[in-house]
């Protein structure tokens, strides 16, 4: 296995607690992860474009993020300009990485 490593070398470390930060940081990475593959797969196979699933996750995350704020009772404008402010930085952080091929 890859991550195999001699015993006692990290005991001194503990996992973090399941509501830590680093840990929600972790779970939700993964959940990104999950759905990017997700959504390639089903791209793949029902031959949608690519602006179209595009369409479709940004859809379903205003959906999430409408309840996300309302079960909070956050400032859904304030909300709203955070969240456009994040997508904005991400889209532009992907488009210039490069593409290895």
Known sequence: ??????????????NPAEDAPVAQAHRAARLTQAVTLLADEHRRESGLSGVMVAGALITACAYVAAVVARNNAYDVKGYGEFLAKHFLRLLNEEFE?????
Request: glycine share 6%; proline share 11%.
């Open 97 to 101: 990485r490069p593409v290895l091929h």
């Open 1 to 14: 296995m890859i991550f195999d490593r001699p015993r006692g070398q990290w005991d001194h470390v503990k």
